[in-house]
């Protein structure tokens, strides 16, 4: 006598959503051994960006290597490819993926120039 065994469905794979870039970002330079990175949510604030990440490297190559990491993280998780300042000197290096802007400083740049703070400010058109 055949029995009949009750097959049960396939297990399909959860729906894993899409990562946003700035997960993609902050991930890549946890990756790259970025320091003390900051990341701003600037919508509403500058229509240039939806988030600006300041970071700092160890020296010049570990800020051009962390640019180059950042850049190819986008680049894999189909975000094209950024634009990219500053490699030649690596004091300062500006990745803008669009949505995403990184700023990776050498920490005696960053302290110089302190970007953050001034677009930790809260602006005018916040307080209404």
Same mark, same amino acid.
């Given at each position: 006598?055949?029995?009949?065994?009750? !097959?049960?469905?396939?297990?399909?794979?959860?729906?894993?959503?899409?990562? !946003?870039?700035?997960?993609? &970002?902050? !991930? @890549?330079?946890?990756?790259?051994?970025?320091?003390?990175?900051?990341?701003?949510?600037?919508? $509403? /604030? #500058?229509?240039? #960006?939806?988030?600006? &990440?300041?970071? @700092? $490297? *160890?020296?010049? *190559?570990?800020?051009?290597?962390?640019?180059?990491? &950042?850049?190819?993280?986008? *680049?894999?998780?189909?975000?094209? /490819?950024? *634009?990219?300042?500053?490699?030649?000197?690596?004091?300062?290096?500006?990745?803008? $993926? $669009?949505? &995403?802007?990184?700023?990776?400083?050498?920490?005696?740049?960053?302290?110089?120039?302190?970007?953050? /703070?001034?677009?930790?400010?809260?602006?005018?058109?916040?307080?209404?």
């Amino acid at each position: 006598m055949a029995t009949s065994r009750k !097959q049960q469905p396939a297990a399909t794979p959860a729906a894993t959503p899409d990562p !946003q870039m700035i997960d993609v &970002v902050l !991930q @890549s330079l946890e990756d790259a051994k970025a320091e003390q990175t900051v990341a701003i949510d600037i919508t $509403g /604030k #500058s229509s240039l #960006s939806d988030h600006m &990440v300041v970071t @700092s $490297g *160890r020296s010049h *190559r570990h800020v051009g290597a962390v640019a180059d990491q &950042v850049a190819k993280a986008l *680049r894999e998780h189909g975000f094209g /490819k950024p *634009r990219i300042e500053g490699l030649p000197h690596c004091d300062w290096v500006l990745v803008d $993926g $669009g949505d &995403v802007i990184v700023h990776i400083f050498r920490p005696e740049v960053r302290e110089f120039y302190n970007i953050e /703070k001034m677009w930790a400010v809260d602006f005018a058109a916040d307080a209404r």
